[in-house]
C-alpha cells in the first residue's frame, strides 16, 4: 500500500511528557499537512510544508508543539509538556502540485494521543 | 480566508431512503470542493472532488454533489442510503492558487436506521 503512513496510531502519554509523531506521505507529493481533530469537530489546520520548507503554522500551534520535515521526505511532529487539552486525533495528510493547481489532499490513518 | 459550514450535526435516515447533507463555503477566490467520510477511529477518504468543469459531481459509493456558485454552495446526495453508509461526513474548502489549504467544516454525522 502506498497511501499516507502514520505512526504510532495510538499514544497514552503522562501529562508533562514528550511524544513525537511521525508521518509518511505519498512518495511523489511535495505538500504535507498536520491537522487536528478533537472528538465531534472537523479537522483543524496546524502546519503545512511544501517540500522541506515550513510554510505556514496555524496560530492553533503553540510553543510546545514542532513540526519537520527533514530533505522533503516524511515527517515529524513533537509536542512538548503535554497538557490534557492536546489528547486529539493528529491527522497527516499530503498532496501534489500539478500544473493546473494541486491535487486533493490525502489522509492518513491518524494518531490517537491520550494525554492523562 | 475561507470557511465551512455544514448546517446539520446530524442527520437521521431510513435505509433506502434518499439523503441531503448541506454544505455552505465562503472564499474570496475561486476554490476547489471537496467531500470526505471518515469511519470510527479512521482518517479521512476522499468521497468526490469539484475542481472545474461540469457543476455536478459524481464520486464513489453513489454519492454526488453539486457546486452552485451563486449560492456558495455543494451540497452531498445519495438517492438511497445503506446501513453502511453510516459515518461522519465533511466538506472541505481549498482556495485557488497559494498553499490550497484545506479547510474544514464541523461534519455531519449520517445515521442510516434499519
Known amino acids: 500500500d502506498t497511501g499516507v503512513s502514520q505512526d504510532p496510531r495510538h499514544k497514552i502519554t503522562k501529562r508533562g511528557q514528550n511524544v513525537t509523531f511521525r508521518c509518511d506521505p505519498i512518495?511523489?507529493?511535495?505538500?504535507l499537512y498536520w491537522y487536528r481533530q478533537t472528538l465531534g469537530q472537523g479537522p483543524e489546520f496546524l502546519t503545512y510544508?511544501?517540500?522541506?520548507?515550513?510554510?505556514?503554522k496555524s496560530r492553533l500551534l503553540s510553543d510546545r508543539f514542532s513540526a519537520e520535515r527533514p530533505k522533503g521526505s516524511f515527517s515529524t511532529l513533537e509536542i512538548q509538556r503535554t497538557e490534557q487539552g492536546d489528547s486529539a486525533m493528529y491527522l497527516c495528510a499530503s498532496s501534489v502540485r500539478t500544473g493546473a493547481g494541486s491535487t486533493e489532499a490525502f489522509f492518513g490513518q491518524g494518531t490517537r494521543l491520550t494525554v492523562v | 480566508a475561507q470557511s465551512v459550514t455544514q448546517l446539520d450535526s446530524q442527520v437521521p435516515v431510513f435505509e433506502e431512503a434518499p439523503v441531503e447533507l448541506r454544505c455552505n463555503y465562503s472564499s474570496s477566490v475561486s476554490v476547489y470542493l471537496f467531500w470526505y467520510v471518515q469511519y470510527p477511529n479512521q482518517g479521512l477518504q476522499l468521497l468526490l472532488k469539484?475542481?472545474?468543469?461540469?457543476?455536478l459531481v459524481k464520486g464513489i459509493n453513489g454519492f454526488e454533489a453539486e457546486f452552485n456558485k451563486s449560492q456558495t454552495s455543494f451540497h452531498l446526495r445519495k438517492p438511497s442510503v445503506h446501513i453502511s453508509d453510516t459515518a461522519e461526513y465533511f466538506c472541505?474548502?481549498?482556495?485557488?492558487?497559494?498553499?490550497?489549504?484545506?479547510?474544514f467544516g464541523r461534519g455531519t454525522s449520517l445515521i442510516v436506521h434499519p
Open positions: 510544508f511544501q517540500n522541506e520548507a515550513q510554510l505556514e
Open positions: 472541505a474548502v481549498s482556495g485557488w492558487g497559494g498553499s490550497y489549504i484545506p479547510t
Open positions: 469539484y475542481l472545474s468543469g461540469s457543476t
Open positions: 512518495s511523489e507529493h511535495n505538500r
